[in-house]
């Protein structure tokens, strides 16, 4: 409530009883939608902040993504190949396979693994893909990124195997699946996820040879 | 013995090695939709412009598996099973930003 500028007591009472009215409304109407109102008033702030951000952030990340996305699968791909020959050498022989075990008296342990990635293309080979797409055929980009995904998961299966002192993974199997936050749209992630899992057993004489 | 997971032995393969499997006792089954939340969600997306893996994401499924496999084994365990053979999973994406996980399997007795 506004206080009167006037010098009487008695003024003050006379516009008290005039703006009585309205302000009861108003009072009223801010305790009931004040909250839900700020809150909005909130949000939209955010959005705005996050949509400003995400348009100075963007070109950066895109330009960053095309120039180093070659030189990151390379050396992706060296890791990996330099991984699956660390556990090749501990373990001989690879400890994947699809089969049930050929002499399962051997098993002394047994019990499920499983193992998942999330890989995207960046925004550069999407673009890329979609000029692509023009002209059919292979699309190398993506082929290249699930490729390197799956042995990517498969290398982390081992390792987890041979963590977890298992000598073999019998039974594998591989799930792939699309996720994304905003599909059809522009914005948003665009995911690929990959997903393998199988049995490791423990065996009494060790898969060598 | 073997690895079990809260008293039930859960594999992949048809039969359970060094076990047998006496009785059958239906399909058991357990899933879970789950979201991240807007925060992981913006920052996988700026990861995404980049490319390559989206960390966030592989350890929300791994964490959403965990729990619809749990509820698979709690299935198994009411149905008085203390076997899971044959266990396969399966994803679908119901909406965008959720996806469902899906695992199932064969619940046995064995001796």
Known sequence: ?209 | MSATVDGIHVVSTETIPGFIIKDQLGVVSGSTVRAKNVWRDFTQMMKNIVGGELPQYTELLVESRNEAFMRMVADAKARGANGVVNLRFATSAVSPGAAELFCYGTAVVTE
């Open chain 1, 1 to 209: 409530m506004q206080p009167s500028y006037s010098a009487t007591g008695l003024q003050w009472s006379r516009n008290e009883q005039e703006e009585s009215p309205l302000e009861t409304i108003e009072l009223l109407f801010y305790a009931v939608c004040g909250l839900p109102l700020l809150l909005i008033l909130l949000w939209s702030v955010l959005w705005a902040v996050y949509g400003i951000l995400f348009s100075i952030a963007y070109p950066f990340l895109f330009l960053y993504g095309a120039l180093t996305g070659s030189s990151k699968k390379k050396e992706w791909q060296d890791s990996l190949l330099l991984r699956e020959r660390q556990t090749l050498s501990r373990t001989g022989k690879d400890v994947l396979s699809m089969d049930k075990l050929r002499r399962p008296q051997n098993v002394s342990e047994s019990g499920v693994i499983w193992t998942s990635i999330v890989v995207g293309p960046s925004h550069w080979q999407q673009l890329v893909a979609s000029i692509y797409m023009l002209f059919g055929g292979s699309i190398d980009v993506y082929h290249d990124l699930i490729a390197l995904g799956r042995s990517e998961v498969f290398q982390r299966l081992r390792e987890m195997a041979t963590d977890k002192g298992y000598d073999a993974v019998i039974g594998v199997r591989l799930d792939t699946s699309m996720i994304g936050t905003h599909r059809g749209k522009k914005q948003g992630s665009k995911g690929i996820e990959i997903f393998a899992y199988g049995t490791g057993v423990k065996l009494d004489k060790p898969l060598r040879g």
